[in-house]
């Protein structure tokens, strides 16, 4: 396996373990993101620490769980871009236009957090309930 998962109650962290996200570890990295989101997963945070180099096939596995989390609600955030080409791939894509992009899983962890706080405080109040004037 070239990622390793840690899930969580709020989140799963998934960790690309190779430095290369290309055509070969991106499929199987689609199906991971397909498995967690069956699974009901809410909130996804994807760790690229380790990855030197990103092709198209890697750029749309990235795309592709954005898709996913944002069609569920949840959040998905891309951590861990250390690699100058990885950086510049990022930026003549314009992929931080469309996907969270943080420094570090622990603003990620944060970012997710805010992020359900603020989808609890602006939820409707429980059907049927009603308040007293």
């Not at 397909?34 to 990855?51: A, K, Y």
């Amino acid at each position: 396996m070239k990622f390793s998962i840690n899930k969580q109650d709020r989140y799963s962290i998934i960790r690309l373990e190779d430095e290369n996200l290309n055509t070969v570890v991106a499929p199987d990295l689609k199906s991971e993101f397909f498995l967690l989101s069956s699974r009901e997963t809410e909130n996804l945070i994807v760790d690229l620490s380790l990855v030197k180099y990103i092709d198209s096939s890697g750029l749309s596995a990235i795309l592709t769980a954005h898709r996913i989390w944002k069609e569920m609600g949840g959040n998905f955030v891309v951590t861990g871009v250390k690699s100058p080409v990885v950086e510049k791939l990022f930026e003549i894509s314009r992929i931080g236009q469309v996907v969270t992009i943080l420094p570090t899983v622990q603003n990620s962890i944060e970012f997710i957090f805010l992020g359900e706080l603020e989808r609890e405080l602006n939820a409707d109040p429980a059907e049927g309930t009603e308040l007293e004037e």
